[in-house]
């Protein structure tokens, strides 16, 4: 399994953007550090994306906005699921419990 490291600083990110901008390409920041070519591309891209010169994507502030809905979408199935077994549960039991009678 590849091993992983931890994600770039944001100010390193934007550092990468800047030299970028700046007229250096991504195959040579590539070479000169550690990113690939195309993570250097989508850093730039949603840069753009963050301060308006594009449109064709979702901004920071609504990417995290759609995570954070997703994973509140998720914890909410996971309840209504465990809601449901539930329900099933306390129906299943009731109907084995004989009703009470009254002895008059």
């Not at 970028?20 to 195309?38: D, H, I, N, V, Y």
Request: a positive charge.
């Amino acid at each position: 399994m590849p091993r992983t490291r931890p994600p770039y600083s944001p100010e390193f990110r934007q550092q990468m953007v800047e030299l970028m901008k700046a007229g250096r390409t991504p195959e040579e920041l590539s070479r000169e550090f550690e990113p690939t070519a195309q993570t250097i591309h989508n850093w730039v891209k949603q840069s753009d994306l963050d301060t308006g010169v594009r449109s064709d994507g979702l901004t920071s502030s609504e990417l995290e906005e759609l995570r954070s809905l997703r994973r509140e979408n998720k914890r909410l199935r996971v309840e209504r699921e465990i809601l449901k077994k539930a329900a099933a549960w306390f129906a299943q039991e009731s109907d084995s419990v004989p009703p009470k009678r009254s002895s008059s």
